[in-house]
C-alpha cells in the first residue's frame, strides 16, 4: 500500500482503494499502519510505501 497526494490531501491507496485521507501525512500513514498490522494478522503480508520519502535497506555481502 502507498501513502500519497491524493486530491489535495494525503490518502493510502492499496489494490485501488483510497482510504484515510486527511490534510496530514502523518494521519494517513497511521491509517495505513494499521490496515497494515490487520493484514499482518490474517497472514497476509504487506508494506507500507510513503510517495516522496526514501526507504533504508539493509546491504548484505
Known sequence: MTVLRHEGAWAVELEGEVFGQSSEQQVSKAAANRRAREMQDAGRP??????GEAGYFALTT
Open 46 to 51: 504487506c508494506l507500507v510505501r510513503v510517495s
